[in-house]
């Protein structure tokens, strides 16, 4: 397909990181983003709201639908679905980007935090998908984009934070579930995972913070990425586990310099891989 001119994107969780990172990717095309998250007052340790990143999408080329949406409530999920299609006419990509994380040993998992995680993680993703389904359908060329990792049953994946891995998996499989599903409809459902540690508000503030953070890779590689599999046929591009680094040396990508957050830095491999 080659280009997202004219395509309305469903991010969940888009104001900031990642889920910001791939928008700015599609509104450099004149895509048109609808940002559903929660943050539209400013927040002492989260950069960015709902509004500062549509200024940031208008300015690089896009249209911009900043929505105020906790996935938890199907209900803001809905109206969110709404406005988008009354705003652009209907929906072609979702991007399930919306993620909670607490990295603790069962013993050390308040049941608050797993609730959070299992409706954030699985429950939002689900529902969103559910919601914007109706539109998907009428699309040329629909894609769900899926940001979680390959399941793999290795123990070690499970060990030292079960409540994460369950909540992370759980989004694998309505990956799985999803694609073949959606088949008869043309509708590509695919999972986007990072080979390496990205420098975001969650490396910053739960995973190490700065330290870490300086030897990642900026959310740009996994922007770059969305953008190589949201613009390949739906019809042949789905039910995969894409790893970022992968996609673009299938794309011809060879150098990879311009994405760490240091140079030449010794980069820390992702969580699951």
Known sequence: MGSLEGRTLFITGGSRGIGKAIALRAAADGARIVIAAKTAEPHPKLPGTIYTAAEEIERAGGRALPVIVDVRREEQIQAAVDAAVRAFGGIDILVNNASAIFLAGVAETPMKRFDLMYQINVRGTFAATQACLPHLKKSSNPHVLVLSPPPKLEPKWFASHLAYTLSKYGMS???????????????????????????????????????????????????????????????????????????????????????????????IQDLFL
């Open 173 to 267: 499989m309505c990956v799985l579930g999803m694609a073949e599903e959606f088949k008869p409809f043309g509708i590509a459902v695919n999972a986007l995972w990072p080979r390496t540690v990205i420098d975001t508000a969650a490396v910053q503030n739960l995973l190490g913070g700065e330290a870490t953070a300086r030897r990642g890779r900026k959310p740009e590689i996994m922007a770059d990425a969305a953008y190589a599999i949201l613009t390949r046929d739906s019809r042949t591009t789905t039910g995969n586990f894409f790893i970022d680094e992968e996609v673009l040396r299938s794309e011809g990508v060879t150098d990879f310099s311009r994405y760490a957050v240091t140079p030449g830095a010794d980069l």
